[in-house]
């Protein structure tokens, strides 16, 4: 498949840069609005972008690209290995950085990557995560439920088919 025919994910950063990742080609594209660059063709496929409050691009690795998250500090890449596929990467108004996996665990980071804590673990596989903007609770899509946690990670209540009266397929 042509690589613009391919793609995992579109962002815009605070500069007006547009990132394109896609499931073809090692990299992700940077536009500057006059010319596109190929970033990281060494380091791997991406799927999800997000961007920091400093400025950071956050990537989470795509199909093929290894179990990895990645920091570009928009001169260099920092690996965040993973022991199990990675899912999710979003990223709260304060900077914190969220990071699921297959394995249902999340971490985050409030320092840029220089340290991490385990946010929640023993979940389903981790597919969404959404720190509400109006507060400090993070939502969580899971297979079958989403979840409201609180900052510190811990579980305030699972929506899901039994307790919502919305079917699994609505």
Do not use: C, M
């Not at 920092?78 to 990071?99: M, Q, R």
């Not at 249902?104 to 929640?120: C, E, H, L, V, W």
Request: hydrophobic content about 35%; aromatic content about 14%; glycine content about 16%.
């Amino acid at each position: 498949a042509p690589p613009w025919g391919s793609f995992s994910d579109v962002f815009v950063d605070h500069l007006g840069h547009v990132w394109v990742a896609n499931q073809v080609l090692n990299g992700v594209a940077e536009f500057d609005g006059v010319t596109w660059q190929l970033r990281g063709s060494g380091v791997g496929r991406f799927g999800e972008i997000e961007e920091d409050t400093a400025g950071n691009i956050w990537l989470r690795a795509g199909v093929g690209g290894g179990n990895a998250f990645w920091k570009y500090d928009r001169s260099n890449f920092t690996l965040y290995a993973s022991s199990i596929t990675p899912t999710a990467i979003d990223i709260d108004d304060d900077g914190t950085v969220y990071l699921g996996d297959w394995g249902g665990t999340i971490r985050k980071t409030t320092d840029f990557g220089q340290s991490f804590t385990i946010f929640a673990s023993g979940l389903n596989n981790v597919f969404n995560i959404t720190p509400d903007p109006a507060g400090t609770d993070v939502w969580v899509g899971t297979p079958g439920a989403v979840g409201r946690f609180d900052a510190s990670g811990r579980l305030l209540h699972d929506y899901n088919t039994y307790n919502t009266g919305i079917g699994d397929y609505f």
